[in-house]
Each structure stands twice: as C-alpha cells, then as structure tokens.
C-alpha cells in the first residue's frame, strides 16, 4: 500500500527540517548541549514523514536532514573529529528511524482500513437484520389482519 504525503505536510516537514536547521548554523559551537537538542530536534519531522507519507517520505525527510547537517558538522566540528564521528552515526539513526517510523505508520493504517472495513460488514449486516425483522413483522401483520395467524 502506498501513501503519499499532501503538499500542506510537506511543506510543514520542510520548515521544520530548515528551521532545525538554521538553528544549528545560528548557534555557537561552543553550546553544545544546544546542538544536542537541535540534532534530536530533526528526529520529530523525520517521524511525522514516516508515519503520514510512508518510509519513503520519511527517508527523504532524513536525506533533507542530512544534506542540511552534513556541512553543519564539516565546518563547525572540523576540529573535533570525536563530536564529527558521533555526528555521522547520528544521520544513520535519520534512516534508520525513518524505515521503521514508515513501517509503523504503514501498519497503523492498514490497522485503521482492517477496523474500518469491519464496521462497514457490521453497519451492513445490522441493515440485513433490520430489514429482515421489519419483512417478519410485515408478515405477522398479514396473518393478524386477515385471521390466518
């Protein structure tokens, strides 16, 4: 089952992902519990992606996230090649997050189809029973008013 992501959301995932964004670059290298906070920051669209539009919506929001942290992490931790490690384990945590956040939103709805689909065979067989009670009545009418009962 495919999902795509409407443009509304996308638009709202891609402000988020920027504004994480600006954020890193707006901050001095030296706050770096700041930084720590910012860089959790992008897992939130990365997760709304995934679980509105699907894995591949939230791997492409984990891309965006990437391609916008990569030169964050080049030109203000170049001098701190321990920080810069952890960083690039951090873009692999992006996908991985967002390959299993897609796949929990993917069984999410076909959850929500299955109960669905369920409580429309309800809503029509209580419609049969309905009927069928109203055609027995019909009939026992029949039989009263014409003394066959």
Do not use: K
């Not at 992501?5 to 519990?33: K, W």
């Not at 699907?54 to 990437?66: F, I, N, Y």
């Not at 997050?97 to 939103?105: E, K, L």
């Not at 055609?135 to 039989?143: E, F, G, K, N």
């Amino acid at each position: 089952m495919r999902t795509r992501l409407r443009l509304g959301p996308s638009v709202s995932i891609a402000m988020s992902v920027l504004a994480v964004s600006a954020g890193h670059y707006a901050t001095s290298a030296h706050a770096m519990v700041l930084h720590e906070v910012l860089t959790r920051l992008y897992y939130l669209p990365i997760v709304w992606a995934a679980l509105v539009g699907g894995s591949v919506a939230g791997l492409a929001t984990a891309a965006l996230a990437s391609v916008l942290y990569v030169p964050h992490v080049l030109l203000g931790w170049h001098g701190w090649p321990t920080i810069q490690v952890a960083q690039y384990g951090e873009l692999v945590v992006f996908f991985l997050v967002a390959v299993v956040s897609g796949r929990i939103g993917t069984r999410l709805r076909e959850e929500r189809d299955r109960a669905s689909a369920a409580s429309e065979q309800r809503e029509e067989a209580l419609r049969r029973l309905e009927s069928s009670m109203q055609d027995h009545l019909q009939v026992d009418r029949l039989r009263t008013s014409t003394g066959l009962a």
